[in-house]
C-alpha cells in the first residue's frame, strides 16, 4: 500500500530525515515512535504533502503512484489521511461547509457522484452519532471553540467521512485526557478494516494500548533505527529513548 | 488651476438652466456651494484627511455635470439591476446621474412618507425643495476638537461644495412620525457612459419614531471613464432607526467620491453598511454625530481590491451626548497592486459620558504588492467611556489553508473558503435580514470573479 524508500527531507534547508524506509501492507497499523526532534511530526507533513518539507532524495509510492509529486489535495483525494497534532480553528467556515467541500472533492476525484445537501447531512449525523458529536458540534465553526478532546474527534469525524486508504494520526494523545483519548481510539479503531493502514505517530507507549500496532518503528534523528512489534512499545516504556543517541551522534 | 478656470466657464453655462432657478433658497445653495468650492477646491494629499488617497486623475475630468453618449450594455429591460428584494422594494433609478421615471417604481406609500427625485420636487416647489435641503447640517470640515498644528485641516468638503454648487438630480426620502416603512427604499445609480460626471444628493429624514431600510447601489452597465461625486445627507430623529446599506460595484474604470452624514437624535439608531468592489478609486467618508443621549450607531464595510485600484473607506464618529454606543467593523482584501485605505476617528466629547464605542479593521493581503494604510484615532475628552480601536493586516491562514487542502480541497477553492469566511464576518454586522443577505451573497459573487471559484452563500452560515 505505502513504501517509503530512502526518504530524504529538509526545512529551511536543515536535513531532518536522512534515509527513511517503510512499507506498510493493506491493513496493517504501524506506529512510529521516537524522541522530540526526531522527525516525527516532519514525516508526517512530508507525506500529507505540505509546504516548506523539500523531498531532496528517495521515494515515496502509494497504491502504485508517486505520492511525492502530488499536491496535498490530491493525496487526500487519492486517500492519504493526516490526523494533525493540533487541528486548526477556521473562524467563518462551518464544519459543515468545510467537510461537504472536502468530500464532494475528494468524491469527484475518485469518480464518485457528489452528494446534496441532504445525502451530505444523513451521512454527516449517522457518523457524528458514533463519535458522540452533538448537531451543535458539526454546525460550528471549524474547531472554533473545542476542546482539545472535541478538536481530535472532529479530526476522526472528518476521516471517517471521507474513508482514506491510509491514515496517519500525529501525535492523537497529545493534549487529550484519559477519557477523550478513550473516546478517540475506539473512534480510530471502528475504523480500521483490511483495506485500510494506518502510521500511528506518538512519543509515549499510552496510545498503543488503545490503538493496538501491528509493527512498532523508533525514528530517531532522521532515520528508523530499531522495528520490531507492539511489545516494542513496551521496553521503551521502560527504557526510554536514551539508547538510540544524540543528535550529535546521527 | 486649469481645472478651476474651466469649471468657473461651466458653471456660468450650465447654472442658469438648473431646475429651480430664480428660487432664492436654491440660488443661495448653490453659490454658496460654487463660492466654497473656489475656496477649497479638490482635496490634495496634503490635507491629513487625504493624505492616502490622491485625486490626480481628477486633473483630467471635467468637474461639470455632463455625460458623453450612453454606451449601455443593451436595453435598459436587459440591464438586470440588483435589488435587495426584486420587486418588493419602492426604487428610483437614476442612468449617468439623471432621475429615470421610466425604470422607477414606487408602490403606494403610508400617509407621512414621501419618495421623491430632487429634481421632481424643485420641478414642483423650488422653496420647499431649499427647505428640505436646508435641514440637514452640511458636513464639518474641522472633524476633531484637538489643537494642532494644523486645527481644521483633517477633512476638506470641497467635494461636498462642489456637489452643492450643481444641485438637480438626487433622491429625497422623507418617513414622517411613528411610520414603519416595511418595504425597503432602494435608489440605483447605473453609469451607461464612457465617460461623465455627476453631483447626486440623497437626503434621507426619518422623524421620531420611524423605522425604515435604504439601499443604495451604484452600477455599471457599460459605462466607462465615469465619476460619481455623491451626497447623502441623513437625520434619523428621536427613537427612529434607519437602516441603511452602499453596494458600490462599479466599473473598474469608474471614479467614485461619496460623502454621507448621519444626525441621530436621542433613543435613535443608525447603521450603515459600504460595500466598496468597484471603481478604479474609491472612497466614502461616512460622519455620524451621535447627538441625542442613548443612540446609537452601527458603521459596517467590506472592500475588494486588485489590478490597480483603490478604495478608501474614512469615517468619523462623533459622541456628543452620553450614553451613545457605536460599533465599526471594517474588513477587505486586496490583491495585486490595489491599495486600500482606512481611516476611523471616534471623538468623544466632554459631556459624552458613559460612550461605549468600538472599532475594528482588519486587512487581508493576498499578494506582495498589495497594500493598507490604517489610521485608528480615538480622541477623548469625557473620563467615564468604555472605547477601544484595532487594526490587524495580514495573509492568508497557512495553516488554515493546508488544513483545508489536507482534507481534499483545492486550493483555489480552499483560498475563496477563507476570503469568503473573512468577508463574511462583516455581513454579520448588519442588522437588517434583506440588507445582510444582499451583502453576503454580493461578496460572494466578488469572491467568485477574483478566485474563479463561487461559494455557496448558503452553506457558509455558521451557528455560534
Known sequence: MLEIKNLHATVDGKEILKGINLTINPGEVHAIMGPNGSGKSTLSYVLAGRDGYEVTGGSVTFQGKDLLAMEAEERAAEGVFLAFQYPVEIPGVSNTTFLKTALNAVRKHRGLPELDAMQFLKLIRAKAKSLNMNDDMIKRAVNVGFSGGEKKRNDILQMAMLEPGFAILDETDSGLDIDALKLVADGVNSLRGPERSMLVITHYQRLLSYIVPDHVHVLAYGKIVRSGGKELALELEAKGYAEFGSPEAA | ?464
Open chain 2, 1 to 464: 488651476m486649469a481645472a478651476i478656470a474651466t469649471l468657473k466657464d461651466l458653471y456660468e453655462t450650465l447654472s442658469p438652466g438648473l431646475p429651480g432657478v430664480g428660487a432664492a433658497g436654491l440660488d443661495r445653495l448653490r453659490a454658496d456651494g460654487y463660492a466654497r468650492f473656489l475656496a477649497e477646491g479638490v482635496p490634495t494629499p496634503k490635507v491629513e484627511g487625504w493624505k492616502y488617497t490622491n485625486l490626480r486623475d481628477l486633473a483630467g475630468i471635467s468637474l461639470a455635470p455632463a455625460r458623453s453618449a450612453a454606451n449601455s450594455d443593451g436595453a435598459p429591460s436587459a440591464w438586470d439591476l440588483p435589488s435587495v428584494a426584486p420587486g418588493k422594494t419602492h426604487r428610483l433609478v437614476f442612468v449617468d446621474g439623471v432621475f429615470n421615471a421610466a425604470l422607477s417604481a414606487v408602490g403606494p406609500l403610508p400617509e407621512g412618507v414621501a419618495l421623491d427625485s430632487l429634481r421632481g420636487l424643485i420641478d414642483a416647489s423650488p422653496a420647499y425643495a431649499a427647505e428640505v435641503l436646508d435641514r440637514f447640517p452640511a458636513p464639518k470640515a474641522d472633524s476633531g476638537l484637538r489643537v494642532g498644528p494644523n486645527p481644521g485641516r483633517g477633512q476638506t468638503q470641497g467635494l461636498v461644495a462642489l456637489n452643492g454648487a450643481f444641485l438637480a438630480e438626487g433622491a429625497v426620502l422623507t418617513v414622517g412620525e411613528g411610520v414603519n416603512l416595511a418595504q425597503p427604499v432602494e435608489v440605483v445609480f447605473v453609469a451607461t457612459a464612457a465617460d461623465g460626471t455627476w453631483h447626486p444628493r440623497l437626503l434621507i429624514d426619518v422623524a421620531p419614531g420611524a423605522r425604515v431600510t435604504v439601499a443604495e447601489h451604484h452600477v455599471s452597465r457599460g459605462g466607462g471613464a465615469t465619476f460619481a461625486n455623491i451626497v447623502t445627507a441623513i437625520r434619523v430623529g428621536e427613537g427612529a432607526t434607519l437602516r441603511h446599506a452602499k453596494f458600490q460595484e462599479e466599473a473598474e474604470t469608474a471614479l467614485h467620491l461619496a460623502s454621507i452624514t448621519a444626525t441621530v437624535a436621542a433613543s435613535a439608531t443608525y447603521e450603515t453598511f459600504v460595500l466598496t468592489t468597484g471603481a478604479r478609486l474609491a472612497r466614502t467618508d461616512v460622519q455620524v454625530r451621535l447627538e441625542g443621549s442613548n443612540a446609537s450607531t452601527r458603521v459596517s464595510g467590506a472592500y475588494g481590491v486588485d489590478g490597480n485600484r483603490h478604495a478608501d473607506f474614512t469615517s468619523l464618529i462623533d459622541h456628543v451626548s452620553p450614553n451613545c454606543t457605536s460599533r465599526e467593523v471594517v474588513k477587505g482584501v486586496i490583491d495585486g497592486h490595489g491599495r486600500a485605505v482606512f481611516q476611523g476617528k471616534i471623538i468623544v466629547r466632554p459631556d459624552a459620558q458613559k460612550t461605549d464605542g468600538h472599532q475594528l479593521n482588519r486587512a487581508l493581503l493576498l499578494s506582495d504588492t498589495a497594500e493598507i494604510d490604517a489610521k485608528p484615532e480615538l480622541e477623548i475628552y469625557a473620563d467615564d467611556v468604555k472605547c477601544s480601536h484595532g487594526a490587524t493586516a495580514g495573509e492568508l491562514d497557512e495553516d488554515a489553508l493546508f488544513y483545508l487542502r489536507a482534507r481534499g480541497i483545492p486550493a483555489d477553492t480552499a483560498r475563496a473558503l477563507l476570503i469568503a469566511a473573512f468577508l463574511d464576518e462583516v455581513a454579520e454586522e448588519i442588522g437588517d435580514p434583506a440588507l445582510r443577505a444582499h451583502a453576503t451573497s454580493r461578496i460572494q459573487d466578488r469572491i467568485g470573479r477574483l478566485t474563479g471559484i463561487t461559494v455557496d452563500a448558503a452553506d457558509l452560515a455558521v451557528e455560534e
